[in-house]
């Protein structure tokens, strides 16, 4: 049971370790509101899927997006914060 209970703690940290945020602004996305953001947006989301997942970061700001496709093992999130 101890043995169980040190690789669960292991896992756990080991995944929460590989989290990673993606801040949108990081990967081209600009706040300008006339451009319009949608594959810049979707290939953030996209890389942060095929690396694991992550938390998609979206600055404070205007952004034009067209629709967006979430998959799973992905969090989005709004963080009033300055990159």
């Given at each position: 049971m101890k043995k169980l209970l040190?690789?669960?703690l292991f896992?756990?940290?080991?995944?929460?370790a590989m989290?990673?945020?993606y801040v949108i602004t990081?990967?081209?996305v600009g706040t300008d509101s006339t451009k319009l953001n949608t594959k810049a947006i979707q290939s953030v989301i996209d890389q942060a899927y095929q690396k694991g997942g992550g938390t998609i970061v979206i600055p404070k700001g205007v952004y034009l997006s067209g629709a967006?496709?979430?998959s799973l093992k992905r969090n989005c999130c709004y963080k009033k914060v300055r990159y």
């Open positions: 040190i690789i669960v896992t756990a940290i080991g995944l929460n989290a990673q945020d990081k990967f081209g967006l496709f979430l």
